[in-house]
């Protein structure tokens, strides 16, 4: 079944953790399992699923999907990639230069996860998946001073183009929240776009919205969540 959205609302869907969910009080990981079927469900409907920044590059998006990692944690390359690999999907991993190879440590309630250390990121790289920012150390932009605020965007920005070797195009707001200051902080920081999850009025180029994907979304919620997306969202100029 065709399922086709509006091109100027892109579709971009966010993921964090790929692995074991039974200790998972955010609800912030999805089993390679779930995963697989989820990526299943997108190709079926002739969907695929690419990174932002090839999502945002490409003349025609009605029949692309954004696919997003938060966080960086270790287990995109063992429970992630090897899925993405065999849909033949990218994505886009955003990750915290500032705390490669430490862990979630911003989430009071746990557990702790290890994150991938710079090594890990490089290998995400190679496969083909496109590298952004997701801060230095997971910080709340919107209650940030202007030294932190410049870190967190423009900093992690100079560090991982240094890691990786390359640039760096896009950021994503540590749990999504966003106001007009942290947004002209990242397009400062020169940025080509960044993601949010429910930007309202700040909608645009660099406050992209997204959708939650977790492991309670089967076949129906994820055709409820694609189709209403359109009309939840309005389009994003300037793309």
């Known amino acids: 079944m065709s399922v086709p959205v509006d091109a100027r609302v892109p579709w971009v869907a966010m993921y964090h953790s790929v692995g074991d969910c039974s200790d998972d009080p955010y609800r912030i990981t999805v089993t390679p399992e779930r995963l697989d079927r989820q990526l299943t469900w997108l190709a079926r409907r002739g969907l695929r699923g690419v990174s932002v920044a090839e999502l945002l590059a490409a003349p025609d998006r009605r029949r692309l999907v954004g696919l997003t990692f938060d966080d960086g944690y270790a287990d995109f390359v063992t429970g992630a990639l090897p899925v993405l690999r065999e849909h033949r999907c990218t994505a886009t991993l955003f990750v915290l230069p500032g ?35 997701h801060g230095l150390t997971h910080t709340d932009l919107t209650r940030a001073d202007d030294l932190t605020l410049k870190a967190e965007t423009a900093e992690s920005r100079t560090v991982l183009a240094g890691l990786l070797g390359t640039d760096v195009a896009g950021f994503c707001y540590p749990y999504g929240t966003v106001d007009a200051r942290a947004v002209a902080a990242v397009r400062d920081a020169g940025y080509d776009y960044a993601c949010a999850i429910d930007p309202g009025p700040l909608n645009g180029p660099h406050a992209l919205p997204r959708v939650h994907v977790g492991q309670n979304d089967r076949a129906v919620r994820l055709f409820l969540k694609y189709r209403l997306h359109g009309l939840r969202r309005r389009p994003v100029e300037g793309l």
Request: charged share 30%; glycine share 18%; net charge neutral.
């Open 99 to 133: 705390r490669l190879g430490g862990d979630n440590a911003w989430d009071p309630l746990g557990p702790r996860k290890p994150l991938l250390t710079a090594d890990g990121v490089r290998r995400a790289a190679a496969e083909g998946i496109e590298i952004g920012s």
